[in-house]
């Protein structure tokens, strides 16, 4: 449960233990719950949607798909406290330097977001807003639910399929303690949430395994390995990935 709790508190802005001291092990042995963190987030964003597209219109407050789609990706935000976002923007930076892997390294670590992060950032939420906002109210739900849950189970696959880039770092540990049945773990808790949801949602996780795996190759082929970073970056353009399969 301990470790449970550090992956919670550690992805999420949700606070049920006073934690003070994080060890590596615990960083490690939470990634298996990942998915299982991921799934939480959805249904939060669920129970969202469902106020924002119930409740409201039936107060005489109407709010247009426009709205609703902005209020649900401030919702996942604040939920996260960004952290998946200002990944994505570090990794941009980083990989669109065209510099050396010594130097993109450096880009991605450095606090300070760049021209290609803030670019890449906002064409992301614009592209993430406009699918929610396209996708047919019927399956928007299911959509949001599996979201954070694909998002967090394509971390996983980066985690324990890849090799990391840097000798230290937050991500290392995640790297170094996962274990080796960190990956089976989190594949048959993700199948148990997708598998009764349908085809479409099946659709998905292929479709997320596959662009994880592209993506995490491409970088590898760049650095040598990921990093923190680009774990938050594989949950943000793989769940841009689910949206797009939930579009059709």
């Given at each position: 449960m301990n470790n449970f709790i550090t992956g919670l508190q550690f992805l999420t802005r949700i606070q049920v233990a006073k934690q003070s001291e994080w060890s590596p092990e615990s960083f490690g042995r939470s990634v298996k719950y990942f998915p299982l963190i991921g799934a939480i987030l959805g249904i939060i964003l669920v129970l969202v949607h469902h106020v924002l597209a119930e409740f409201f219109p039936n107060g005489g407050m109407y709010l247009s798909p426009h709205v609703?789609?902005?209020?649900?990706?401030?919702s996942n935000v604040l939920l996260t406290g960004g952290l998946t976002c200002d990944g994505f923007m570090d990794t941009m930076d980083g990989i669109f330097s065209g510099r050396s892997k010594?130097?993109?390294?450096?880009?991605?670590?450095?606090?300070?977001?760049?021209?290609?992060?803030?670019?890449?950032?906002?064409?992301?939420?614009?592209?993430?807003?406009?699918?929610?906002?396209?996708?047919?109210?019927?399956?928007?739900?299911?959509?949001?639910f599996m979201m954070p849950l694909l998002g967090r189970f394509a971390m996983v696959i980066g985690i324990t399929v890849f090799p990391y880039a840097r000798p230290d770092g937050i991500g290392k540990a995640f790297a170094q303690?996962?274990?080796?049945?960190?990956?089976?773990?989190?594949?048959?808790?993700?199948?148990?949430?997708?598998?009764?949801?349908?085809?479409?949602?099946?659709?998905?996780?292929?479709?997320?395994?596959?662009?994880?795996?592209?993506?995490?190759?491409?970088?590898?082929?760049l650095i040598g390995g990921l990093t923190g970073d680009i774990y938050g970056a594989i949950t943000e353009i793989t769940e841009i990935v689910l949206l797009l399969v939930f579009l059709y």
């Open positions: 609703l789609s902005i209020f649900l990706i401030i010594d130097r993109m390294l450096e880009i991605m670590k450095d606090s300070r977001i760049g021209a290609n992060g803030v670019m890449a950032f906002v064409l992301l939420a614009i592209l993430k807003w406009s699918l929610i906002m396209d996708i047919p109210p019927q399956g928007l739900p299911t959509a949001l303690y996962a274990g080796k049945y960190t990956l089976c773990i989190a594949t048959i808790l993700t199948l148990l949430f997708v598998i009764p949801l349908g085809k479409q949602a099946i659709v998905s996780l292929f479709a997320v395994i596959i662009v994880t795996l592209l993506f995490s190759s491409y970088v590898k082929k």
